[in-house]
């Protein structure tokens, strides 16, 4: 174990009782009347020097557009762009945005399982769905509508749009329980984008290709249900987790067989995270903000956990065979002090915090989280969030949290290449096989 001054204590740890919000300058901020090649819908109704959010302004690159284009979108969003100018009124905004990007989602699953193919890109790619949403977004924020707006009637807008346009609000299985097993899995939408803004994501990759499928297994029958969340630490702390997956992981008639949150983590493995951490280590999210704190609590009633643990048949999932090795990932970091809520919050996220204390073998009985087994970033906040509303319901589900293999295999040049494309296939491929063996060893 390391040792550390107090004075430098004081200096870099974060409360655990406390939860920091830090703005950081959005690199991707881009001049809102610089059209261009860009994603953004242009119409009589939009006003283009509206600043746009941190995350749509990225859309001012030429990249976004090609996207859209390339998965077949072009036509969806601007039928969205003209049906809003035509609105008259705030509820029919809300219904058109529910509508309207209901049929992005439907679009991009569609596409996915090669129902509807469309667009130069591979049917598996994620990217699409995500520009064509936020272009969307963006038309929303820069509609100049032809009555009274509030600006929380536009947020309530937007929202709708989030929610429906990954399929938040369409999870539903189309077979009885009593003959089928229902797994219900969420990925996550592309990240990094400051660092290449062509990046996917194999999570939600996966949701596309697996919401609604009905596999058929030596066993028995396994049908999916799938959604998608922002990288987005607002929405975690608003209760996204708890909304969508609430009806589903606790007992009821809508309750689930088995769960798993997927996202991306490291290259070339799959990583089956044992235990998740009450933590917030401070990366900077699609809005290029950060927090750094303890987890908010949004479902259970008194304090919540430090630790929440994985209940997926993890011996049975690491022996499946593929082109990635699977490994069951039992470290964990502990705080390296107890007495966290007497020092000083740090107000600026590029001040490194202490590292934790490393427990190879899963945090020792009250601990305080640092880093689960996936990290202190979303993804673990994804799986703990959902262990814990399991955990408080009492609802006993197998359910957990896969980490994919990286997405790799992107040219230097280009939207795409057989490499990268090949790379998003084989992890679907493994992960759906993780998953049906996962539904399997798990039947009564």
Request: charged share 20%.
């Amino acid at each position: 174990m390391r040792s550390w001054s107090a004075s430098a204590l004081v200096a870099v740890v974060v409360p655990l009782t406390a939860m920091t919000v830090i703005g950081v300058p959005a690199t991707a901020e881009a001049d809102a009347n610089d059209v261009g090649t860009a994603g953004i819908p242009t119409a009589e109704c939009i006003d283009r020097s509206i600043q746009l959010g941190p995350e749509e302004a990225r859309l001012n690159r030429p990249e976004p557009a090609e996207l859209i284009e390339g998965g077949g979108f072009t036509d969806l969003v601007q039928s969205f762009v003209s049906d809003l100018c035509s609105t008259a009124d705030y509820p029919s905004a809300v219904s058109l945005a529910t509508t309207d990007t209901k049929k992005l989602w439907r679009h991009a699953v569609d596409r996915a399982q090669g129902r509807q193919p469309s667009g130069s890109l591979s049917a598996s790619d994620d990217r699409p769905l995500y520009w064509a949403r936020l272009a969307e977004v963006a038309a929303v924020q820069q509609w100049k509508p032809s009555f009274g707006l509030s600006q929380q009637q536009r947020a309530d807008i937007v929202a709708a749009i989030d929610r429906t346009g990954r399929g938040q609000d369409s999870i539903s299985y189309s077979t009885p329980r009593s003959t089928t097993r229902h797994v219900l899995i969420t990925g996550f939408d592309p990240y990094k984008l400051d660092s290449d803004i062509r990046g996917g994501n194999p999570s939600g990759a996966t949701a596309l290709a697996l919401n609604g499928k009905v596999v058929q297994t030596a066993q028995g029958r396994v049908e999916f249900a799938t959604a998608m969340f922002p990288v987005r630490w607002r929405d975690f702390g608003n209760g996204v987790v708890e909304q969508t997956l609430r009806p589903f992981l606790t007992n009821g008639a809508d309750q689930v067989n088995l769960f798993a949150t997927l996202s991306v983590g490291s290259p070339g493995e799959f990583d089956l995270e044992q235990n998740n951490g009450a933590w917030r280590g401070g990366k900077a999210d699609n809005e290029s903000v950060c927090y750094l704190g303890s987890v908010p609590n949004t479902a259970a009633a008194g304090p919540a956990p430090q630790w929440t643990r994985s209940t997926l048949p993890l011996p049975e999932m690491a022996a499946v065979p593929g082109p990635f090795p699977v490994k069951v990932r039992t470290s964990v970091d502990t705080a390296l002090l107890p007495f966290f809520p007497a020092l000083p919050v740090i107000t600026d996220c590029r001040v490194p915090a202490i590292p934790g204390v490393p427990m190879p073998d899963g945090p020792p009985a009250d601990s305080t989280a640092w880093a689960g087994g996936g990290g202190s970033y979303l993804s673990n906040e994804s799986a703990y969030r959902a262990t814990l509303l399991r955990d408080v319901a009492g609802a006993g589900l197998p359910g957990g949290h896969i980490h994919t293999p990286v997405l790799e295999g992107l040219p230097e040049a280009g939207l795409t290449g057989p490499d990268f494309d090949n790379n998003r296939d084989a992890i679907i491929t493994q992960l759906t096989s993780l998953l049906l063996t996962a539904a399997d060893s798990t039947r009564p």
